[in-house]
Structures are given as structure tokens and as C-alpha cells.
């Protein structure tokens, strides 16, 4: 049995029509958080994020192979993503502008490992920086949770181009 199919010879749509059909999918917002040798932190907002595996606990997130934060995410043992609950779009704007320090003005604590937690997310989940996939323009990581925690409330949601809540 031939389980392959031909592939289409040209697409049928440009890269902002794909872009505005994906932006129909709402999502939640992440700010993704590390800390450098150095003892410095790194952070970014994602929206790209997902459960893999209750076992072992695993999750995903995307960053675009461009980034300038790709060699931190990529060489960092252990990072955390703190998922945004519906009054923190400022922090989803300031972590995702470049030439600004946010941790100046974020609230946060430190994990086991040191890594920031942000104060007032709904969840957090500090990974093990388990694995990588450079797919497209973009690199898949995987993270092993190591561990979490969890505070109940409305979440913030991205939707449209435009910031919402649940």
C-alpha cells in the first residue's frame, strides 16, 4: 500500500494571507525567562505553547531561528514559562519590545534553579532544556517540567492581533 501523497506544486496562498488565517487561533500568551552565567535574565513573550507528554512531562514552544535570544534558549540547561493571566498585557509588551531591560520593572521570584518566575501568572512550568528541532524558519523546544505550579484565574489570550482574556 503507497501511504505517500503528492505534494502540491505551489501554494495557493502568501505568506500575510497565511499569517492572518493563523492569527484566527486564539492563544495564550507566555513570557518565556532564563538566567545567564553571568547571573543576568532573559525573557521573551510566546504565544507558541503547548503540552507534549504527561509522561514524562513535557511541553513545547517555538522561537523564530532569527531571534537574537536563540543562542541563550538554546545553550541555557533550564528556563521557565510563566503562562499570563488576564491582567498582564503590559508584561507581554514589555517583554516582547527589544533595547529595554524588563526584569527592571517585572515583579519576580527565583526557581530552585534561580531561574525568574514572574509574580501573578496563572502557571509556571521550569523546564530542563531537553531537546531542540529547527523546523522551518523556527526552532521547536522541548522542555521536561521539572516543576509547576498553578494559580486559577481568567488567562490572557492573544487573538486577531489583538490582546484579550478568557
Known amino acids: 500500500m503507497n501511504t505517500s501523497s503528492p505534494r502540491a506544486t505551489e501554494r495557493g496562498f502568501d505568506s500575510a494571507h497565511f499569517r492572518q488565517a493563523l492569527s484566527q487561533f486564539a492563544t495564550g500568551v507566555t513570557v518565556i525567562t532564563t538566567r545567564l552565567a553571568d547571573g543576568t535574565y532573559r525573557g521573551l513573550t510566546a504565544s507558541s505553547f503547548n503540552s507534549v507528554s504527561l509522561e514524562p512531562p513535557l511541553v513545547l514552544w517555538s522561537l523564530s531561528g532569527a531571534a537574537t535570544s536563540l543562542p541563550i534558549f538554546s545553550g541555557n540547561s533550564h528556563y521557565v514559562i510563566n503562562v499570563l493571566s488576564a491582567g498582564q498585557e503590559e508584561l507581554a509588551r514589555m517583554f516582547s519590545r527589544r533595547g529595554t531591560d524588563p526584569f ?30 529547527p523546523e522551518g524558519d523556527h526552532v521547536i523546544f522541548v522542555g521536561e517540567v521539572e516543576d509547576c505550579a498553578v494559580h486559577p484565574q481568567p488567562a490572557l489570550t492573544f487573538h486577531s492581533g489583538k490582546f484579550g482574556s478568557t
Open 104 to 133: 527592571d520593572n517585572a515583579a519576580f521570584e527565583l526557581s530552585r534553579t534561580g531561574q525568574p518566575i514572574l509574580k501573578g501568572v496563572s502557571a509556571w512550568f521550569e523546564c530542563h532544556n531537553r531537546s531542540r528541532y
